[in-house]
């Protein structure tokens, strides 16, 4: 969403950005194989202070 919504992108008003973001979504259909590639089960655990419970 970041790359085809919001960057080096600005919106004039708020309907245009609320356009663009559902556009997005109804369109991830077709974005299936590019979010396969960068969707992983690779994460890290942050295990600082201010994140503890």
């Not at 950005?17 to 299936?32: C, D, P, Q, T, Y």
């Amino acid at each position: 969403m970041h790359e085809a919504v919001t960057y080096n992108r600005y919106y004039e008003k708020f309907v245009d950005f609320r356009e663009a973001s559902l556009n997005f979504f109804k369109r991830i259909g077709r974005r299936k194989i590019l979010l396969r590639k960068r969707i992983t089960d690779r994460f890290h655990i942050i295990n600082a202070p201010m994140f503890a419970s």
